[in-house]
């Protein structure tokens, strides 16, 4: 692991890597409310940055198990597609440092993570859990996740 300043200097100068696990039912995405920067209050879909020398295989599965509290295979899975994610902040709350993730969204499979589970979902990167769509207005979801609506050809 690397030191808060070390890592703070690896956010101002490089792009990082990660995954975003979406998960689908009935046209909706799981989405957990955010308690870290960046994005922090926002909607988001579960997710979480690849760590130096840990394959793609090794990074899902972990975070699969941190974020769902799920065992998840890559091979499992489907490539939705690679996206940018550009942020003003970053996790630090330092001014004048933006975040940039380059981000390979996954598709889970079908009944890995159940319809009914919003509420034994781990807590640690979300204060709330809810099943969003694209009508769904009264929600705060964050733009890059609301992009996965239209990468998965979800329609009010």
């Known amino acids: 692991m690397l030191s808060r300043d070390d890592f703070l200097h690896v956010v101002r100068h490089t792009p990082l890597v990660s995954i975003d696990l ?8 799981l989405m ?3 308690v870290n920067e960046p994005a922090r209050g926002t909607w988001f879909v579960p997710g979480g940055r690849i760590n130096k020398d840990e394959t793609l295989e090794t990074a899902y599965a972990r975070l699969c198990d941190a974020e769902l509290g799920v065992r998840g295979q890559l091979e ?3 490539l939705v597609g690679a996206f940018t994610h550009l942020y003003d902040t970053n996790f630090a709350a330092e001014p004048g440092i933006s975040t ?3 981000v390979l969204a996954y598709k889970l499979p079908t009944g890995l993570v159940t319809p009914d589970a919003l509420h034994s979902l781990p807590p640690d990167q979300h204060a709330a859990y809810a099943w969003i769509g694209p009508a769904d207005g009264a929600y ?3 733009p890059n996740s609301t992009a996965y609506f239209s990468a998965l050809g979800l329609t009010p």
């Open 32 to 34: 957990g409310q955010r």
């Open 76 to 78: 499992q899975a489907r």
């Open 100 to 102: 940039h993730y380059v």
């Open 140 to 142: 705060a979801a964050h």
């Open 22 to 29: 979406l998960i689908e039912h009935n046209g909706r995405l």
